[in-house]
């Protein structure tokens, strides 16, 4: 008798684990928006050294008292919180009874491919092993740029960026993501609460995403690999604007927010 990958996973969600790990993944993907969220502030403030993204976020937790050890905490369950994300793109509702139709399987694909590569740089980090370098978005686009179509294919990863960060924008504004959680379990107050948090930091995220989405094709139409940035490289392009200091205040408080909002969704998300 042969066992279907739906009954495979049926089996696994009767085991109370996986839906720990990716609680923890979920938990720990809103202490590094918290951590970046206060980064991207330093930013704000003149602190230029700092890097306000998720490698940075990772080095600022490791280098405090007993850091290491809260990044392997962090790894471990990014790593699950991937795992859960690739099973739910692979088997929809049988993972996953929020990932029921094509666009959240993709979303749930590009969860965990995006968190997996995270968990790799906080092994690195935990391990000693992991580069501070935060070039890496000027790094491939150079090598992209070099490939025959690379000046096309840069653009189109720029209008993709733009287009996942306009989804957040449109999922922020219109509450979407409630979908996601078990709001019959939280008293008026608290869903009241936990919704203006999500709301404010998908908004945030948004426009973040389409701030690199634009470096990113002003890099592929200019042919110049530096203009393309990261996160960090985004944020600080922002606050070297004119009222981007209090833009990025906005967007650190959303990122703050969406931290916050991250700790409550890793009780109140639905996951079996």
Known sequence: MTTTGGQVIHKAAANPWP???????????????????????????????????????????????????????VAIGLIGYALWRLLSAAFGPAADPVATDAKQRVKALAEGVGYGAVAVIAVKIATGSGSSSSGGGQKQAAAVLSWPGGQFLVGLAALVIIGVGLYYIHDGWTADFTKELKVGEMSPKARKAVIALGRFGRVAQGIVFCTIGVLVMIAAVQYDPDKAKGLDGALKTLAGEPYGKWLLVFIALGLLAYGVYGLAEAKLRRVS
């Open 19 to 73: 839906e720990r790990f990716a609680r923890l993944g979920l938990a720990a993907r809103g202490v590094m928006f918290i951590v970046i969220g206060i980064l991207a502030f330093r930013v704000a403030f003149g602190h230029s050294e700092d890097q306000a993204s998720q490698n940075g976020a990772l080095r600022e937790i490791a280098s405090q008292p007993g850091g290491k050890v809260l990044v392997w905490i």
